[in-house]
């Protein structure tokens, strides 16, 4: 039976390891790596430089490519594919190297809007798995943290959803504050910005932060600047953001 160990990083920090995240780390006898190539190699060299940071005699490292996601057959279909190319890596990693204890960094936490649990029960129809999650600071955790704010407002909902949700639907139905991730087109743009408030961050908890708030009018285009800026000079961003509406009366 091999043990595969999702360990949920967080946002970039060391500081958002927990004490089970380190010992998992350290009881691996593999850590996967996956590498995008290019201007998101950074991505793979945080997880080294996070193990090493962490640990006094890391486990070996293996770098494997990730596939790229084909948008020709839709968006779920082309997700579904997708996810089986990268359960195809992760198996020919996992027995290249004969791994009993592998793990993988995920980052913010693997339950949270995160395909890796998905991909894992793919490598599970292959090989004998045992999968064990370690729960990490989510983004949003981070987010609120940042900001120095409550996620929801006294006694009332807060709906977790993303960009394409909001560009597709529209503000969702039943709240009044809502999380959006997965967001790469900044799909608040699309909604009235009337009386709607945002909390934006980006690389949190990491040296390059970057924080804006204020009413959506206001606060909208300084983060398309802001997030402009950041991904010419690091190649990628990681960004999140709360909005709140705040009806007339």
């Known amino acids: 039976m091999i043990a595969l160990t999702l360990i949920g990083i967080g946002t970039g920090s060391p500081g958002h390891l927990t004490r089970d995240g380190i010992a998992a780390m350290a009881a691996a006898d593999l850590i996967l ?38 948008a020709k057959h839709g968006y779920r279909q082309g997700v579904e594919a997708w996810h089986d190319a990268i359960a195809d890596q992760w198996e020919k990693v996992i027995r ?32 004998p798995l045992n999968l064990r999650v370690i729960p990490g600071i989510t983004a949003i955790q981070a987010l609120c943290a940042a900001h120095v704010i409550p996620l ?6 807060v709906t977790i959803t993303t ?7 529209g503000w969702p139905p039943g709240t009044d504050r809502a999380v959006v991730m997965l967001d790469g087109d900044c799909a608040f743009q ?10 934006w961050g980006a690389f949190l ?30 190649g990628w961003i990681m960004d999140i953001y709360l909005l709140e509406r705040r009806p007339a009366g």
């Open 33 to 70: 790596i996956p590498s995008k190539g290019g201007d998101k190699a950074d991505l793979a060299q945080l997880r080294q430089a996070l193990c090493r940071r962490v640990l006094t005699s890391p486990p070996p490292m293996a770098l494997f490519d990730m596939p790229a996601r084909e």
């Open 96 to 127: 290249s190297h004969g791994a009993i204890r592998p793990a993988l960094l995920v980052w913010g936490d693997p339950s949270l809007y995160d395909s890796t649990l998905r991909i894992a029960e793919r490598v599970a129809r292959r090989l």
């Open 152 to 157: 929801n407002a006294v006694a009332e909902p």
């Open 163 to 169: 960009g394409r949700q909001i560009r597709d639907h």
């Open 190 to 199: 699309s909604l009235d910005p009337q009386g709607v408030r945002i909390w």
């Open 205 to 234: 908890g990491m040296p390059e932060e970057l924080l804006i708030a204020g009413p959506l009018a206001e606060a909208g285009p300084r983060i398309l600047a802001a997030r402009a800026r950041a991904r010419a000079a690091h």
